[in-house]
C-alpha cells in the first residue's frame, strides 16, 4: 500500500468524523474505518504485492457490482487497476445496506471465476452425440439465428410451451420471467422444489407470503431451523445480524440433526431425529397455548379463528372464549414428553426452549428455510408450525420478529410489462400437485417419458439438472433423446455435467461480467442491489464508449441482458408477433432497447428517493447505481397489516361475517411500497381491501380470509383437511418407516465455501473444500467396523455410491450425512479440472455405471497455481443414487433417503456410483400415486387456488382444467 494502513484508517476517520459520524458514512450504518473513504473510489492507491519488497503503487478504480455466488446478492468493490485494466481483486462493498462491506470467502473468489483458465469463453456446438463432449466453435451470431429459429417455429405454430428456461440461480428479480411472457411461454421452470418449496409453503399458508425476514439483530432469542452462521439462507447479511443480536445477548437455539458451525454458537442445540422438528416445535406451542402465555389480543385480532370456528365446530359459540378452548383442546397431545419420544430430545431440554420463547414474546425471531423442511414428507410442516411460534407470540412485523419477506424487498417496476401467458404449462405445473409452491422441475424427464410433450427448445441456465437434481441418470436418459428435446442451450459461466448433453454452450457472464437488479429480504428495510459488468463501467469512465459486454469481458463472455433483448428481436424481427415491442426503446422507438436505458428508467422512475439521492451527489439515477451499487429504498417499514386502509379506497365496502372487506375502489390511489394483496374479488367483483378489527379496515395479508390462516381453508377444499391445521406429520424416513437395517441420511447440508455447481471454478474454495465424507457416529462405526477415512458402500432404493467415512459425534447416532456440495465429475475432455476428477459413464439398459477414472491433478495453465493443485478427492455426486420423492403437498422433493451403510467391496473407488434408472421410475409412480389430483379435488374445476404464488401467472382461463373448459 502507498498508504499505511493507519493512514487509510485516518482518511477514513476523517471523512465519517466530518460529518459528526462513529462509522462508514453510508447506509451500512457500520463501523468501518478501514474502508476506503467513497470519495477517493476513483483513484485509490495500494501497494502490489506480488512485486514485494520492491515498493510499487498500483492505482485502482473502484466498480462495485454484487456477488452472483448464492442468493444474498452481497455488494462486491471490483480493485480494477487504471493501467492495466485488470481486476485486482474483490473486497466488500460498504454502501450495500443488506451484507455492509461483508462477504463470506466466495465473494472475494469471483476473481477466480474470471482467471479461470479452464472456463468457457466462446459459444460452442456440440460436434459428437450428445455426451461425447465433443466440440466446435461457432459465432454468437449463427448460434443465436438457430435458437432464434426454432423459438419462433414453435410460437408461430401455436406451440409456445415447447420453449421451456430452467433456472438455477435466478440472481434477478423477474427480468427473464418477463422476457417469457413476451414471448407468450408458460416455459419458465426453477430449481426451487429441490431447494425451498416446502419451507417456502408453510409461511404462504400462514400469511400469503412465501419468505419470512428475520430481525435477528433485535431478537431476544433467535431459533434457527438452518445453519444460518456458516450457509443458511441469505447466509452473510443474515449470520452477521445473528452475531448482533448475540452481541445484544439474544440466545441462540438451533435445531440440527448435526452439528452444523451455527450449532456450536448456541446455547441449545437439539439434535432430533430428522423429521421430528414439529413434535418439537408443538409441543412449545401447546405449553403456550395451556399456560396462556401467548399474547392473546394478537391472536383475537389477526388469526382466522373464526373462518375455522364457522367451518370446523359449527354447533360452538362463535366466540374468541369458544376458540381458547378449543385450541387447547387441539394440541393438547403435544405434550414435552410426546417432542421426547418422537424426536429423541430429552422433554427437560423441550421445556427449556419453550420458557426461552415465552420469555422473548414478540422479540423471536425464527427461521427455516431448506433444511428439515426441504427433507422430508411434510416438510412444510415444519416452517408452519415454526411460525405458529411467532403467531403465537405477536411476533410478527416488529422489532425483534419476523417480517414477510415481501415488506422487506423492494422490487421496482420496468420499462415494459408484458402480459403472461395465457397458456397452461402441464410439463411444469402437471394437475396431480394443485397445491405445489414452484414448478415441478425435478419430475421433468419422467412427465417427457409419461408423454405429456416435448421441448423444441430447452435452455439451462445457469442450472446443472444432471447434477443438482435427485435421479440425475434420468435426466441423462432424457435430454440425450433428440424426440424429447429437440434442441438443448446451456447458457453457464462454467463446465457442469448438464452441459455435456447440450447442443450449444454458450458463456455467460460471472458477477463481475453482468447486469441484473435484485433485492432480498436481509433486515427491516428495503433496497436494491445492482450487479454491472465492472470493466465496462471501468472503461466508461475512462471516456471510452462500450456497446455490448461481449467487448470487455474475457473472450467472447457474454451478459444475459443483452443476449435476452437480441433473441427477442430475432424471434420477431418485424414486430408482427407482438414480441419486439417489448424490447424496444421508449427514447427512440422502433430501435432496440439498451441495456442503459433499461436500468436507467428503473431508477429514474420507480425507486423512490434514488432521484433526489443522485441529485444530491450531482449524478443521474443510473450514475450514481453504476458509482455506489446499492440504494436503500426505506428503513424500518414495520407492521404493514396493521395500517388502516384509506378512506378513498373504501367505497361500497361489505364485509364478510368472519371480517374480510371488499370495496369497489380501484387500485390503491396512494403509491405503497408493500405489494397489496389481491386474493379473488368477491361475487359482486369488490375488491379485497383488508380486514375489519375493531371496527377499523386495516391491510392485514394476502390470504384468502386476509388475516393469518392458522386455519387454512385451501387444503381444507383442495381434498387435505387432515392437514388444515399447524401440525404434524411422520416423514419417510420416521422410524416407523425404515426396513430393519435402514437409517436416514442426510443429503441437505451446505459447505460455507462452496456453491453448487458454480464453485468448482474457484481455486481457493476448492483448496479449502474438495470432499464430502459421510459423517457417521462413533457407535454406528463400530457396529459397521469402519474407521475414519474408509469407505463405505451407501445403498439406496436405486443404487449405491462409494464414500470415504468421517467418524464424529458432531452427528445423531442412527443418522448419516453427506453434503451436497460436493461430487463434481468431468468426461474425457473439457471440463473444470480442479475439481471435476474424470469419469466413465457407461450403462446397459437402465443399469448406470459412473466410475472414476482420474483424480484431480496438477496441471499447466497460464494459471501457476494449477500446477501445485494437491488434492485428488472431489468427494461422491450423491444425488444421482436418490429416486424423486416428491411431497404431495407442497411438491418440494423430500431429500432425506432411508438407505443402508456397508463396508465397501473389493474394486470399490471414492467417487463410484451406480444406479437402475427402472427403480427410478418406479420410485417416480409410486409417489405419484400420493398425490390427490385437481381432477378429482379441485373444488371449482381449476387446476389450482388462484390466490397461491406462481412466478408467471397465466391468465384465469388458463387456471381451468380441460373438463371444465369442455363443459363450458
Ligand atoms: S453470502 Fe457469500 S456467496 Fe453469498 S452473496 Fe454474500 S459473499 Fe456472495
Not at 458451525?261 to 423429521?275: E, F, I, M, S, V
Not at 458463456?507 to 433486515?523: A, C, K, Q
Not at 411422520?730 to 441437505?748: A, D, K, M, W
Request: net charge neutral.
Amino acid at each position: 500500500m502507498s498508504e499505511r494502513k493507519s493512514d487509510r484508517v485516518s482518511a477514513s476517520r476523517s471523512a465519517t468524523e466530518s460529518r459528526g459520524e462513529t462509522f462508514y458514512p453510508g447506509p451500512s450504518r457500520t463501523p468501518l474505518g478501514a474502508y476506503p473513504p467513497r470519495e477517493r473510489w476513483d483513484d485509490w492507491v495500494e501497494l502490489d504485492a506480488k512485486a514485494w519488497p520492491k515498493r510499487v503503487e498500483r492505482h485502482c478504480m473502484l466498480v462495485p457490482t454484487t456477488c452472483f455466488n448464492c442468493e444474498s446478492a452481497c455488494g462486491l468493490l471490483a480493485y480494477v487497476d487504471r493501467e492495466t485494466l485488470e481486476i485486482r481483486k474483490f473486497e466488500g462493498n460498504p454502501e450495500h445496506p443488506g451484507s455492509r462491506g461483508r462477504n463470506c470467502a466466495k465473494g472475494p473468489a469471483t476473481l477466480n471465476q474470471v482467471n479461470d483458465p479452464d472456463r468457457i469463453l466462446y459459444p460452442l456446438k456440440r460436434a459428437g452425440r450428445r455426451g461425447e463432449n465433443r466440440w466446435q466453435r461457432v459465432s454468437w451470431d449463427e448460434a443465436m439465428a438457430d435458437i432464434a429459429s426454432r423459438i419462433r417455429k414453435a410460437i408461430v405454430e401455436k406451440r409456445p410451451n415447447d420453449v421451456m428456461y430452467h433456472v438455477g440461480r435466478p440472481g434477478e428479480d423477474g427480468y427473464t420471467e418477463r422476457v417469457l411472457a413476451a414471448w407468450g411461454v408458460d416455459g419458465h421452470n426453477s430449481h426451487t422444489n429441490i431447494c425451498s418449496s416446502s419451507g417456502r409453503a408453510g409461511y404462504q399458508l400462514w400469511m400469503g407470503y412465501d419468505r419470512p425476514s428475520p430481525d435477528h439483530a433485535n431478537a431476544d432469542l433467535i431459533l434457527l431451523i438452518s445453519a444460518h452462521l456458516e450457509s443458511g439462507h441469505y447466509f452473510n447479511p443474515h449470520a452477521q445480524r445473528v452475531m448482533d443480536g448475540k452481541a445484544r445477548g439474544a440466545k441462540l437455539v438451533v435445531l440440527d440433526v448435526r452439528l452444523s458451525n451455527t450449532a456450536t454458537h448456541a446455547d441449545h442445540w437439539l439434535a432430533p431425529w430428522p423429521g421430528s422438528e414439529p413434535a418439537i416445535l408443538l409441543a412449545i406451542a401447546n405449553w403456550l397455548i395451556q399456560e396462556e402465555r401467548y399474547d392473546r389480543e394478537f391472536v383475537r385480532r389477526y388469526w382466522n379463528w373464526q373462518e375455522y370456528l364457522e367451518a370446523e365446530r359449527p354447533g360452538e359459540p362463535a366466540s374468541f372464549e369458544a376458540f381458547e378452548k378449543a385450541l387447547k383442546r387441539l394440541y393438547a397431545e403435544y405434550s414435552f414428553a410426546f417432542a421426547e419420544r418422537e424426536s429423541g430430545v430429552s422433554a427437560a431440554v423441550v421445556q427449556e426452549v419453550a420458557r426461552l420463547v415465552a420469555e422473548a414474546g414478540p422479540r423471536l425471531s425464527t427461521h427455516n428455510w431448506r433444511s428439515a423442511a426441504a427433507g422430508n414428507l411434510g416438510g412444510w410442516q415444519v416452517s408452519r408450525t415454526l411460525f405458529l411460534l411467532n403467531a403465537l407470540m405477536g411476533a410478527i412485523a416488529v422489532p425483534g420478529g419476523v417480517f414477510p419477506n415481501a415488506w422487506n424487498k423492494f422490487v421496482p417496476k420496468p420499462i415494459h410489462t408484458p402480459p403472461h401467458p395465457q397458456e397452461w404449462n402441464e410439463l411444469t405445473w402437471p394437475q396431480e400437485y394443485p397445491l405445489a409452491m414452484n414448478e415441478m422441475s425435478f419430475l421433468l424427464p419422467h412427465l417427457l417419458k409419461d408423454g405429456r410433450g416435448r421441448l423444441e427448445v430447452y435452455f439451462s441456465r445457469v442450472y446443472n439438472p444432471v447434477w443438482t437434481n435427485p435421479d440425475g441418470l434420468s435426466w441423462i436418459e432424457a435430454i440425450s433423446d433428440e424426440s424429447k428435446v429437440g434442441l438443448h442451450v446451456a447458457l453457464t459461466p462454467t463446465w457442469s455435467e448438464s452441459a455435456y448433453f447440450a447442443d450449444y454452450v454458450l458463456p455467460v457472464g460471472v458477477g463481475s461480467e453482468r447486469h441484473d437488479l435484485h433485492s432480498y429480504e436481509t433486515h427491516d428495510a428495503q433496497w436494491i442491489g445492482f450487479r454491472q459488468p465492472v470493466l465496462k463501467e471501468a472503461r466508461e469512465r475512462l471516456g471510452q464508449k462500450i456497446a455490448d459486454t461481449r467487448e470487455v469481458n474475457p473472450g467472447e463472455v457474454w451478459e444475459e441482458n443483452e443476449l435476452w433483448i437480441d433473441l427477442s428481436w430475432r424471434i420477431d424481427p418485424d414486430g408482427e408477433l407482438g414480441i419486439r415491442k417489448h424490447f424496444e426503446s421508449k427514447r427512440e422507438p422502433g430501435t432496440k432497447l439498451t441495456v442503459d436505458e433499461y436500468y436507467a428508467f428503473i431508477f429514474e422512475n420507480s425507486v423512490p428517493g434514488l432521484p433526489e439521492q443522485a441529485r444530491s451527489f450531482g449524478l443521474t439515477p443510473l450514475e450514481y447505481m453504476r458509482r455506489y451499487g446499492a440504494f436503500e429504498v426505506s428503513r424500518q417499514v414495520g407492521a404493514q397489516y396493521t395500517a388502516a386502509v384509506p378512506e378513498a379506497e373504501l367505497v361500497d365496502v361489505k364485509r364478510t361475517a368472519s371480517g374480510r372487506a371488499y370495496a369497489r375502489s380501484e387500485k390503491p390511489a396512494s403509491p405503497n411500497l408493500v405489494p397489496v394483496p389481491s386474493p379473488d374479488p368477491d361475487a359482486d367483483g369488490r375488491r379485497p381491501v383488508g380486514i375489519e378489527v375493531d371496527g377499523t379496515v386495516v391491510r392485514g395479508f394476502p390470504t384468502p380470509s386476509g388475516r393469518l390462516e392458522f386455519y387454512s381453508s385451501t387444503l381444507r377444499a383442495w381434498g387435505w383437511p387432515e392437514h388444515a391445521l399447524p401440525g404434524y406429520i411422520r416423514s419417510h424416513v420416521h422410524p416407523q418407516s425404515l426396513e430393519p437395517g435402514e437409517v436416514p441420511l442426510i443429503p441437505t447440508f451446505r459447505l460455507p465455501v462452496q456453491i453448487h455447481t458454480r464453485s468448482a471454478n474457484a481455486k481457493w474454495l476448492d483448496e479449502i473444500a474438495h470432499t464430502n465424507p459421510l459423517w457417521i457416529h462413533p457407535t454406528h462405526a463400530a457396529e459397521l467396523g469402519v474407521a475414519t477415512g474408509d469407505l463405505v458402500r451407501v445403498l439406496t432404493r436405486i443404487g449405491y455410491f462409494v464414500v470415504k467415512a468421517w467418524v464424529t459425534e458432531g452427528i445423531r447416532p442412527g443418522v448419516v450425512a453427506c453434503s451436497h456440495h460436493m461430487g463434481r465429475w468431468k468426461l474425457e475432455g473439457p471440463g473444470q479440472r480442479q475439481m471435476m476428477p474424470t469419469v466413465s459413464l457407461r450403462h446397459e439398459g437402465t443399469l448406470w455405471d459412473l466410475r472414476r477414472e482420474r483424480g484431480v491433478e496438477p496441471f499447466a495453465s497460464a494459471d501457476p497455481d494449477t500446477s501445485r493443485i494437491w488434492w485428488t478427492d472431489a468427494g461422491v455426486h450423491q444425488n444421482l443414487t436418490f429416486p424423486v420423492q416428491p411431497d404431495p403437498i407442497s411438491g418440494m422433493h423430500c431429500w432425506h433417503q432411508a438407505v443402508r451403510v456397508k463396508r465397501a467391496e473389493p474394486g470399490d473407488r471414492p467417487g463410484d456410483v451406480s444406479v437402475d434408472t427402472a427403480k427410478s421410475r418406479e420410485a417416480y409412480v409410486e409417489w405419484l400415486a400420493r398425490t390427490r389430483p385437481a381432477e378429482r379435488y379441485s373444488p371449482d374445476g381449476t387446476r389450482r387456488p388462484y390466490w397461491l404464488l406462481r412466478p408467471l401467472k397465466p391468465g384465469r382461463e388458463a387456471y381451468r382444467l380441460p373438463a371444465a373448459r369442455e363443459r363450458s
